[in-house]
């Protein structure tokens, strides 16, 4: 009679047809001490795992327009002074390219118009900074794992990096995310906010929107997307600007 140590749904039900009469075996088995103490630690090895897996899957709030922030502050760089990224905005970003190179099958050089054209998911959600301030925006673009799908990640690719325009000081800021991030449906590459183009101050052309965490993960100003095997050997190897500055913590989950 192992049907009831499978699942607790099969408990359940070992339970519900032996008080009928049905599988009267099944309550014994329910009784014994050793039978009980396996089943719940059974029931705690899942939630560990729900944790892990499903809570890194699961969708972040959403909010609705009445609930939007009258004022969503730019933090961080909110302009560049580099040449290359100064006659992207003159140009209203027409001969702007993302790159997406990497392990990935067929590197892409993308428009704007092509991140445009994929089907945009567009969310209203809050943005949480170590700093100590929030704001609910809300933000459209394409999800990231259309433009990955696009450009087939290799078998070997662990995880995705984001190389922005910005430097601070020498260092340029990046960012990076493991796959269950980088598939997640509410993970974007926002190239509106709030009913309007993305402003440079928040990160134009795009932005990403990573909505489980922190708003340092949200890079701005990306130019590039690469897929990796590793984070070692890149910058100070921590996976991102602040990581490596500050140690601030690779997975920043809210
Ligand atoms: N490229 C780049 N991305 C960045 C930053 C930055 O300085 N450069 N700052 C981060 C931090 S700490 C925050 S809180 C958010 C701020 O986003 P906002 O300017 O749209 O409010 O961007 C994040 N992404
Ligand atoms: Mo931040």
């Not at 560049?80 to 190179?101: E, K, T």
């Not at 890149?234 to 601030?248: C, N, Q, S």
């Amino acid at each position: 009679m192992s049907a009831p140590l499978v699942t607790r749904r099969g408990l359940v039900l070992g339970g519900a047809l032996g008080s009928a009469g049905l599988l009267g075996g099944c309550d014994r088995i329910n009784a014994d001490p050793a039978v009980r103490h396996f089943l719940e630690g059974l029931g705690s090895v899942h939630k560990t795992v729900q944790r892990a897996f499903l809570g890194r899957t699961a969708l972040a709030q959403e909010f609705s327009p009445s609930q939007m922030s009258p004022v969503f502050r730019s933090n961080g760089s909110s302009d560049i002074a580099d040449p290359a990224y100064r006659a992207h905005v003159a140009q209203g970003f027409a001969n702007w390219r993302l790159s997406v190179f990497g392990l990935v099958q067929r590197p892409l050089l993308l428009p704007l118009a092509a991140l445009q054209a994929l089907a945009q998911r567009s969310q209203i959600t809050r943005h949480d900074c170590v700093e100590g301030w929030s704001a609910i925006g809300k933000w459209q673009g394409p999800q990231l794992g259309a433009v990955l799908a696009q450009a087939g990640l290799r078998g070997e690719a662990r995880y995705i990096v984001f190389h922005c325009a910005d430097r601070w000081g020498t260092a340029p800021y990046y960012e990076s995310i493991d796959l269950v991030d980088a598939w997640h449906p509410q993970t974007i590459l926002a190239w509106r906010m709030n009913d309007a183009p993305l402003a440079v101050a928040h990160g134009a052309p795009i932005r990403l929107r990573v909505e489980r965490q922190l708003g340092y993960k949200q890079a701005k100003f990306v130019m590039a997307i690469e897929a990796r095997a590793s984070l070692a050997g890149l910058y100070g190897g921590k996976g991102g600007y602040w990581e490596d500055a500050r140690d601030y913590q690779w997975y920043a989950g809210i």
